[in-house]
């Protein structure tokens, strides 16, 4: 059984954008995107996983397109071709290790594995590609570099946590805690890549519920004596947790954040 846990939260995942104000479907189980669990993982699909975390067997996976419920193609942030992400990750249950960012640009295509792979993304401050957490439970965040190159109308970014509490055989054939085959999860994201220009840094516009009305010329016609009615709660804007702290939605209660 899996005990690990962990959700992405920024950029908003496809399971996960509800608990920010997206008006996408609810997964309350948006922190188990673990491949169906190390045992199912390994022993019935051979190591493989989903793209975003389903088991590799599942029809449909829940969270890839086109026939899973969560993937609705919500574009959930927006990018400047080149600029550095924040990722944020609420690990619930820590089992060591360390998470990893792909892109996949391809607007031709599903997202894949492989495509993925071409596009792994550089943390910012030049270590690596592997981002090793701390031992905490809670908010852990990273800084990723877009590629310089890389722009897209819909993306699809995914997290990997490759944990590493395990027992296994190591590349020179000694046992230790981390080694050989490891439990896995994963979650995607829909995002935006432009270059850089006065409207690609417009940001990400939230749907409103009523249309703007076309405003009235009271020089050419009387006003209404008609008692104006209030307008609906707007949607709630969603949270961008690159800038501002994650807030609570429905019943999450959000943990304490991890100090890096």
């Given at each position: 059984m899996c005990l690990g846990h962990g959700r992405m939260l920024e950029p908003p995942s496809r399971a996960s954008a509800w608990r920010l104000g997206w008006s996408t479907p609810i997964d309350y189980n948006d922190n188990e995107g673990?491949?169906?669990?190390?045992?199912?993982?390994?022993?019935?699909?051979d190591g493989k996983c989903g793209i975003c975390g389903d088991p590799w067997d599942a029809n449909p996976r829940q969270h890839e397109a086109p026939d899973g419920e969560y993937a609705t193609g919500?574009?959930?942030?927006?990018?400047?071709?080149?600029?550095?992400?924040?990722?944020?990750?609420?690990?619930t249950a820590n089992h060591m290790g360390h998470f990893e960012v792909r892109i996949c640009p391809d607007p031709h295509i599903e997202a894949t594995q492989e495509c993925l792979d071409q596009h792994q993304l550089s943390l910012a401050d030049g270590s690596g590609n592997n981002f090793n957490i701390s031992l905490e439970?809670?908010?852990?965040?990273?800084?990723?570099?877009?590629?310089?190159?890389?722009v897209c109308q819909h993306c699809v970014l995914q997290w990997r946590y490759v944990t590493g509490n395990s027992w296994g055989v190591c590349e020179d054939g000694t046992g230790a805690i981390g080694c050989g085959a490891q439990e896995e999860?994963?979650?995607?994201?829909?995002?935006?890549?432009?270059?850089?220009?006065?409207?690609?840094?417009?940001?990400?516009?939230?749907?409103?519920?009523?249309?703007?009305?076309?405003?009235?010329?009271h020089s050419q016609a009387p006003v209404s004596r008609t008692p104006v009615?209030?307008?609906?709660?707007?949607?709630?804007?969603?949270?961008?947790?690159?800038?501002?702290?994650?807030?609570?939605?429905?019943?999450?209660?959000?943990?304490?954040?991890?100090k890096q």
């Open positions: 673990f491949c169906g669990g190390f045992s199912h993982q390994y022993s019935v699909n919500t574009l959930v942030r927006q990018y400047i071709q080149g600029q550095t992400l924040t990722l944020t990750i609420d690990i439970v809670g908010l852990h965040t990273a800084h990723y570099l877009l590629p310089p190159t890389l999860f994963r979650a995607c994201a829909d995002v935006t890549v432009l270059p850089p220009s006065p409207r690609s840094r417009l940001a990400l516009r939230t749907p409103v519920l009523t249309p703007v009305k076309t405003p009235v010329d009615k209030p307008s609906p709660t707007p949607i709630k804007t969603p949270v961008d947790l690159s800038q501002a702290p994650v807030k609570p939605s429905l019943a999450y209660v959000p943990p304490t954040p991890v």
